[in-house]
C-alpha cells in the first residue's frame, strides 16, 4: 500500500513562493490502478512526482509498506527508485546516441530482464529496433519510453499523460498492453491525465482541484481500451 499523509509542496521563493500541494491525504492499494484528473495547474503532476520520489515534499509522509521515503537520504531514495520504481513521461527522455534496443535494455537491465524484446515487440517497434531517437516519430519515441519503463518491470508504474503524443490507434493499443501487463503482472499504476475516458479504465479515480483532492472514487466497472472514448 501507498499512504500520503499531510502532504504539502511549495515552489518559488519570497514573494513568489506559492503552494502547490495542499495538505493532502490519500491511500493506493497495491495492485491498484489509479487516475489522477485535474485541469491545468491543479497539481497532478507535481503529486505525481512527490509520491514517486522524484521531489521531495515540504511536509508530510509518503509510505510505502511501512517505510516512509520521505525520510530516506538521497541516495537511498535513489536505490528506492530503481528497486521500485517506473516512469512514463509527457517528454521521452531517450538518450539520443543510443538506438531503441539499448534504450529499452537499459531499462531491462535494472531488473536483469532479458525477455525485453517481446515488450518492444508488443509496442509495435520491432522493425525499429536500430533506429535513434532522432529518426522516428513522437509517438514512436513515447512508445520507446513505454517500453522502457515496461522492461524495468517497477512494482509501481507512474505514467504522465502518456498518450498525449500518440494517434488513438496506438493510445489504445499501449493503454490496452499496459492494463494487460498489469493483470499479469500485478503492479500498482498511478497516472496523470486530463482525459475523463481513460479514467474509466482505473479502478480508483483522484480528481484534484487547486492543489487539492476534491473527490476519491471506486469506478463499479472497468472498461477496456477499446470501450472507452478518446
Not at 1 to 13: A, P, R, W
Not at 74 to 102: A, C, H, T, W
Not at 160 to 166: K, S, V, W
Not at 191 to 204: G, P, Q
Amino acid at each position: 500500500m501507498i499512504e500520503v499523509k499531510e502532504l504539502t509542496k511549495f515552489y518559488g521563493s519570497g514573494e513568489n513562493r506559492f503552494q502547490v500541494l495542499k495538505n493532502i491525504s490519500l491511500k493506493i492499494e497495491d495492485g491498484d490502478f489509479a487516475v489522477v484528473l485535474g485541469a491545468s495547474g491543479s497539481g497532478k503532476s507535481t503529486l505525481l512526482n512527490v509520491i514517486s520520489g522524484l521531489e521531495r515534499p515540504d511536509s508530510g509522509e509518503i509510505i510505502y509498506d511501512k517505510s516512509n521515503i520521505s525520510t530516506l537520504s538521497d541516495n537511498s531514495l535513489v536505490e528506492f527508485r530503481r528497486e521500485n520504481i517506473g516512469f512514463i513521461f509527457q517528454q521521452y527522455y531517450l538518450l539520443p546516441n543510443m538506438d531503441v534496443d539499448k534504450n529499452v535494455k537499459m531499462g531491462a537491465d535494472l531488473s536483469s530482464n532479458k525477455d525485453y524484446k517481446a515488450i518492444i515487440e508488443a509496442v509495435g517497434l520491432e522493425n525499429k529496433l536500430h533506429k535513434y531517437p532522432s529518426e522516428l516519430s513522437g509517438g514512436e519515441q513515447q512508445r520507446v519510453s513505454i517500453a522502457r519503463a515496461l522492461a524495468k518491470r517497477p512494482k509501481v508504474l507512474f505514467l504522465d499523460e502518456p498518450t498525449g503524443a500518440l494517434d488513438e490507434q496506438t493510445g489504445r493499443q499501449i493503454l490496452d498492453y499496459i492494463s494487460k501487463l498489469q493483470n499479469e503482472c500485478g503492479f500498482t499504476i498511478i497516472m496523470v491525465t486530463h482525459n475523463l475516458n481513460i479514467a474509466e479504465m482505473a479502478n480508483t479515480v483522484i480528481k484534484m482541484n487547486s492543489g487539492k483532492v476534491s473527490e476519491i472514487y471506486t469506478n463499479s466497472t472497468q472498461k477496456t481500451a477499446y470501450e472507452i472514448g478518446w
